[in-house]
């Protein structure tokens, strides 16, 4: 492990700490515990696959699409409050917005839950079938190679 | 001070425990006692302060008075505003986060921060004095079109330590390897990236917890999904969400914290750091925004978002009595900056060239 790769992670100005004392130990620290560090953390916002960030991993597919199936019918608003007609007009009348924007809100949330769940999954299979595009293209240039090759030697036969 | 009667202040929610709104408490009590009339009017008016905060409706605007406008995001106070185009105000910027950080939170709030980021301006004319806590939103004043731009650190009373800790608190949490970090629970905030460093830190030190301590309800969507990601690393155990809480529990979690991490990509100021800073905590944080300044070269700062080291950070940090002492040394120093009588000096100076 390299000590200047650590000692770029953190700053100190503190002049009664040497950061290159401090990246050596991190890095004694780091050799004692070899940690699990997943390869691709999870965002929040999610991104678009590409080929660039495609990652190909089935179990978290299906766990994305568990997640989804459980989440879809939760969208719904129960109807128990009812505004009082008693009240004066204004106050009725933004008591009564009120009340719309905090269950239109409450949908909002679970129609996102639901949307992020769903976005999750098929990022996650355009992320495995872009794995599977690029190797397509790797056997086909393969293919193309060995084929090349058989033609240059049956030219060379006698 | 002569001819300027009066300082009074307009906010939208005024509540116990909302930081906008116990600043404004802590102002009114300062110009009060520089001889200002002050009442602060506030469209939503908790019952509680009923006696210090008027509805918004009760405001009469005056040539000899100075309004002091809070600005946190486009909302009923900047919309009824409009209607005083010639009341002279004191801007007072909280800093608005970012729209893009609300991606994947839904369209209100998303919308509100957009309009917030245009509405900032709306006031340019009427201002004699803008108010930012840190260079880098007087940047975003400047922006706007501000002229007489002031920065001054947000004023925080040194009461918190003084506050007996909560006893519950103190007894459930646990005394050893606690990462700490206070806010409110949104995405500008990364609090993914604790929970990331927690699961690095684990693998170190087995016994370790996370406490996230703010309030969820400004953005389910991602709280739910931060919920989702303890799960899947099977740190339910190690991570407690608190919600809000009160200024004793705040103290009691402050006070069993081992190191304080912020990870925040998004802050005006950072008022978490100076507190933990004032509890006698090491403090990590990522350096976006204002946060380099407000930590102003002490504790560490963060330049790359590598999980595993800054885990092993921690690590040497929690063990090693010597450099914590030379940590914690320099933030003492460093949080003097901070002191109420400083900023209370520098915002009486800035005031008084108005007058």
């Known amino acids: ?158 | 001070m002569s001819r300027i009667r009066a300082i009074h202040q307009a906010l939208g929610k005024s509540t116990p425990g909302y930081s906008v709104s116990n600043y404004a408490l802590t102002l009114q009590d300062t110009f009060q006692q520089w001889g200002f009339q002050s009442t602060i009017f506030a469209s939503e008016v908790d019952p509680v302060l009923g006696n210090k905060v008027k509805p918004l409706s009760k405001f009469r605007p005056r040539k000899d008075e100075l309004l002091m406008l809070h600005f946190v995001m486009a909302n009923e106070v900047t919309v009824w505003l409009k209607q005083y185009p010639e009341q002279s105000l004191i801007l007072s910027y909280h800093n608005v986060t970012p729209t893009h950080f609300f991606t994947g939170i839904g369209g209100q709030y998303a919308q509100g921060t957009r309009q917030t980021q245009s509405e900032l301006s709306a006031f340019q004319a009427q201002t004699k004095l803008a108010l930012a806590f840190s260079r880098f939103s007087a940047q975003d004043l400047a922006a706007a079109g501000y002229t007489n731009i002031k920065t001054i650190p947000i004023l925080m009373p040194a009461t918190l330590q003084e506050l007996t800790p909560d006893p519950d608190v103190m007894t459930a949490v646990r005394t050893h390897a606690n990462l700490l970090f206070v806010g409110r629970i949104a995405p500008n905030k990364r609090c993914e990236d604790a929970i990331k460093i927690l699961h690095q830190y684990r693998q170190i030190e087995p016994a370790a917890h996370l406490y996230l301590v703010g309030p969820r309800r400004h953005a389910r969507p991602y709280a739910d999904w931060l919920y989702d990601l303890v799960r899947q690393y099977n740190l339910q155990d190690a991570v407690t969400f608190t919600g809000y809480v009160s200024d004793a529990e705040l103290a009691a979690y402050y006070r069993q914290a081992d190191v304080f991490i912020m990870m925040s990509e998004h802050e005006g100021f950072g008022i978490p750091l100076v507190e933990a800073m004032r509890f006698g905590l090491p403090v990590i944080a990522y350096d976006s925004t204002a946060v380099s300044e407000t930590m102003g070269g002490v504790g560490v700062l963060i330049k790359q978002k590598r999980y595993d080291v800054i885990a092993a950070l921690i690590h040497e940090i929690n063990t090693n009595a010597d450099l914590r002492r030379k940590i914690l040394a320099a933030q003492r120093e460093h949080v003097q900056t901070f002191a109420p009588e400083r900023v209370l000096a520098q915002l009486r100076a800035a005031i008084e060239e108005l007058l």
């Open chain 1, 1 to 158: 492990m390299d000590t200047n790769n650590i000692s770029a992670v953190f700053e100190m100005e503190n002049t009664a700490v040497s950061p290159h004392d401090l990246a050596a130990k991190i890095t004694a620290i780091l050799e004692k515990h070899p940690l699990d560090t997943p390869q691709n953390w999870p965002e929040f916002a999610i991104t678009a696959v590409s080929p660039a960030n495609a990652t190909a991993d089935l179990t978290d597919l299906y766990a994305a699409l568990e997640q989804a199936a459980n989440a879809y019918d939760q969208i719904w608003v129960p109807a128990e409050i009812t505004p009082s007609r008693w009240s004066l007009l204004t106050r009725v009348k933004k008591s009564f917005h009120q009340l719309v924007l905090f269950y239109v809100n409450r949908l909002g949330e679970r129609q996102i839950k639901f949307n992020d769940r769903i976005l999750r999954a098929v990022n996650l299979l355009a992320s495995a079938q872009a794995a599977r595009d690029e190797e397509i293209i790797s056997l086909q240039q393969q293919i193309t190679r060995l084929q090349n090759q058989i033609e240059q030697q049956e030219n060379h036969q006698p």
